[in-house]
């Protein structure tokens, strides 16, 4: 197996559409020309944070039960465990940055639905209504903390394929490419249809 199946790719690919929409929403409605525009955007960004946060669990599960393709050739020991944590604090803001925009929103009464169901409260206004600063502003921090990681985790991807020389970045690639099972195969049945 030299690349990761077609379902965690999906999984990985429409995640990161998903995180760049939402983030790309947020950092530029206030460059729309009114203010129905600008609400309109951070409903969509509201849209895709929760999608993020309900299919990390999803990936999380994926990733727990199915093994990933190794990098070829075998990184070092320290580069692996850099890479773990690296993954592992990418999952942790991909699912505390939209709980922390729910707590946000829901300790101001504001009631959040995604994909017209209507989230549990979890918080009281009465009682958390003064933490609501304290939510947004946690919300906002991992929100500038996930665009550094992903800019590292795009970067460190780069240098694998550019650089290292390996397979990391290719065992991800949305489309078939050379040394994957299905264009060996057509490669091989071509090969015996010409002789």
């Not at 944590?85 to 709980?99: E, I, N, R, V």
């Not at 780069?158 to 078939?176: A, C, E, I, S």
């Amino acid at each position: 197996m030299e690349s990761y199946d077609r379902t965690y790719k999906l999984l990985h690919w429409g995640m990161a559409m998903l995180v760049v929409s939402a983030l790309a929403l947020v950092e530029f409605r206030g460059w729309l020309p009114n203010r129905d525009m600008k609400h309109e955007a951070v409903f969509l960004h509201i849209q895709a944070g929760l999608g993020v946060f309900f299919l990390v669990w999803v990936r999380l599960f994926w990733r727990a039960t199915h093994a990933a393709p190794p990098i070829l050739p075998d990184p070092p020991r320290i580069q692996k465990i850099a890479a773990g944590w690296t993954h592992a604090g990418l999952y942790l803001l991909m699912a505390a940055l939209p709980l922390f925009g729910i707590l946000a929103l829901q300790s101001k009464g504001k009631e959040i639905s995604f994909l017209s169901w209507t989230l549990p409260v979890l918080l009281d206004e009465d009682k958390w209504l003064s933490y609501s600063l304290s939510f947004r502003n946690v919300h906002e921090i991992l929100g500038n903390l996930l665009m550094a990681a992903i800019a590292l985790h795009v970067l460190a991807a780069l240098v694998h394929h550019f650089h290292v020389g390996d397979n990391t970045l290719k065992r991800m690639l949305p489309f078939p490419g050379r040394g994957e099972p299905g264009l060996e195969l057509l490669n091989t049945s071509t090969k015996g249809n010409l002789q």
